[in-house]
């Protein structure tokens, strides 16, 4: 099995972080385990990032277990990476991705 080297775009880490203090104010620690749970799934992807099926473009999603978040990366399989480059509530508008990665 492949393993491919993760790397998260800094918008990627801003929308963790947003969802965190959000999750907080609503109960405190939730934040944490909506962390815990994203780092659970970005370091899954080191081992399965292939099987996740292209959604737009050349953009693959894994859904957050327990939280309704989607988190967007692309797969270079030549250079074994994975590119994080969102982390966004399902409810938001899918053209706020227009202004990361050169528009998608």
């Given at each position: 099995?492949?393993?491919?080297?993760?790397?998260?775009?800094?918008?990627?880490?801003?929308?963790?972080?947003?969802?965190v203090d959000w999750y907080n104010?609503?109960?405190?620690?939730?934040?944490?385990?909506?962390?815990?749970?994203?780092?659970?799934?970005?370091?899954?992807?080191?081992?399965?990032?292939?099987?996740?099926a292209i959604r737009y473009g050349?953009?693959?999603?894994?859904?957050?277990?327990?939280?309704?978040?989607?988190?967007?990366?692309?797969?270079?399989?030549?250079?074994?990476?994975?590119?994080?480059?969102?982390?966004?509530?399902?409810?938001?508008?899918?053209?706020?991705?227009?202004?990361?990665?050169?528009?998608?």
């Open positions: 099995m492949q393993e491919y080297k993760i790397l998260i775009d800094v918008d990627a880490l801003e929308d963790i972080q947003d969802a104010e609503q109960l405190p620690k939730l934040g944490s385990r909506f962390l815990r749970q994203v780092k659970r799934e970005i370091n899954s992807l080191k081992n399965s990032a292939g099987t996740y050349d953009v693959r999603c894994v859904l957050v277990k327990r939280f309704p978040f989607l988190i967007h990366f692309t797969l270079d399989k030549k250079q074994k990476t994975v590119q994080v480059f969102a982390v966004l509530h399902m409810s938001r508008n899918p053209k706020i991705l227009s202004k990361r990665r050169g528009g998608i």
